[in-house]
């Protein structure tokens, strides 16, 4: 289904007076904060996205379908480290205070700008699990222990076996080892059991996330002659455009689609740390919800107070 239109408020999602509704998790500043000087939470954040220029830099640089690539990333690595500085000396400039959000939408932007659509197009669909090249197994590695900071999974499970949802909706994050080996396996297990599947994905590329061409593309291959997912039918699962185009995504703008897709799903389930971490690990919805993701950033941990991939599993009935 393709985005069209004007976005819309996550139909799921209690408003913003019943919820105080915040769509990043971490404060960047409070009311008191001077609004002409970067609170120490904002310099960490804008010298966390400064300090990955030199990664998407290299990205753009190998990008063989845009001409002049090694000049067109110069040109986005001056121009974005500019934005930054920007920002440094004044929150308030290039639509600020700056949080997690602005970072990443002036990031695009800027890349677009400059003539790059998908710089991580090479990297999809293989066996690289993140932007810094980890492969799935390494990652698996890199886990750490339970308990993890979050960790309601044994809540999960047991709630599992009494509840009797009837659609879920799941705002997928990276391609390759994230949706081949997590999400379609959970869905495939979700369908099994009765229930709707809706997957949401990106409308434009960011980052390394499966863009909703590229999803409906991977379930096409991976059915069978009958339509089955390794055994299980696929005439309840169904693949949305979320109208998102970042890393990160504010609930209060999605397609219209999705919003009619999701209006009577019992279940809302946000993956990977952009979506379900760094924003809206405490959204408050009207039905149940869980968030999974992997802490990859320091500041997240910190912020947390767990350790570096360390895991979040929230799981959250429906609020009364």
Request: charged share 25%; net charge negative; proline share 7%.
């Amino acid at each position: 289904m393709e985005s069209s239109g004007e976005l819309v408020p996550f139909p799921l999602l209690m408003t913003p007076i019943e919820s105080n509704y915040r769509t990043c998790t971490i404060p960047y500043r409070f009311p008191s904060d001077n609004p002409k000087k970067p609170t120490p939470t904002e310099l960490s954040w804008i010298y966390l996205f400064m300090n990955s220029i030199p990664s998407f830099r290299k990205r753009a640089e190998s990008d063989d379908t845009v001409p002049d690539a090694p000049l067109r990333a110069e040109k986005f690595a001056q121009r974005y480290a500019e934005i930054l500085e920007d920002i440094e000396k004044d929150p308030e400039s290039h639509g600020g205070p700056p949080d997690c959000i602005l970072l990443c939408r002036l990031r695009e932007q800027v890349l677009r700008e400059v003539g790059f659509r998908d710089i991580f197009k090479k990297v999809k669909l293989a066996e690289l699990f993140s932007e810094d090249g980890m492969s799935f197994l390494a990652s698996c590695q890199n886990l750490v222990p339970r308990p993890w900071v979050i960790d309601d999974l044994d809540i999960f499970i047991k709630k599992w076996s009494k509840k009797t949802w009837k659609k879920a909706v799941i705002f997928v994050d990276n391609s390759g080892a994230d949706v081949i080996l997590g999400i379609l396996p959970f869905a495939r297990e979700l369908l099994r059991h009765g229930v709707q599947v809706v997957l949401a994905a990106n409308d434009l590329p960011s980052i390394n996330d499966v863009t909703y061409p590229e999803l409906v593309d991977i379930i096409s291959k991976l059915k069978d002659e009958h339509g089955k997912l390794i055994g299980v039918d696929t005439s309840n699962l169904l693949v949305a455009n979320s109208g998102n185009d970042l890393p990160v995504i504010d609930l209060t703008t999605v397609s219209q689609e999705l919003a009619y897709l999701a209006i009577d799903a019992d279940l809302v389930i946000l993956e990977g740390m952009g979506r379900g971490i760094e924003t809206n690990l405490y959204a408050r919805f009207k039905c149940d919800s869980l968030k999974i993701g992997m802490v990859k950033h320091p500041e997240v941990a910190q912020f947390l107070g767990g350790r570096l991939y360390d895991c979040v599993f929230k799981f959250n009935e429906a609020s009364s």
